[in-house]
């Protein structure tokens, strides 16, 4: 199992920036990729930006340029700095990883941008 806690969540301005954390745990040796997924009210969840552990990412075309994903495999986080925000950013953000026994999601953060 592995589990996915995130943070750094919260209210923003528009073209205000946030940076989010994922913390994983557990048995994180398998897992090939990390990735930050959102869903907004009454949506479906979609991906936001992925991460393999090569390094290789990918991003939804709503935020390239605005958003870089990143990891630091000797603290097993993975963090999405997030510039430049939208209205339509607002979301839950999930944290999502990969293995080869299956994906796993941590509970989700919610990002309010609002003026």
């Known amino acids: 199992q592995v589990q996915l806690v995130e943070s750094g969540g919260g209210l923003v301005q528009p073209g205000g920036s946030l940076r989010l954390s994922c913390a994983a745990s557990?048995?994180?040796?398998?897992?090939?990729?990390m990735g930050w997924y959102r869903q907004a009210p009454g949506q479906q969840r979609d991906l936001v930006a992925t991460?393999?552990?090569?390094?290789?990412?990918n991003y939804a075309d709503s935020v390239k340029g605005r958003f870089t994903i990143s990891r630091d495999k000797a603290k097993n986080t993975v963090d999405l700095s997030m510039n430049g925000l939208k209205f339509e950013d607002t979301a839950v953000y999930y944290c999502?990883?990969?293995?080869?026994?299956?994906?796993?999601w941590g509970k989700g953060t919610l990002v309010t941008v609002s003026s």
């Open positions: 991460i393999t552990v090569a390094g290789n990412t």
């Open positions: 557990g048995n994180i040796f398998n897992i090939y990729m």
């Open positions: 999502h990883a990969r293995s080869g026994v299956g994906p796993y």
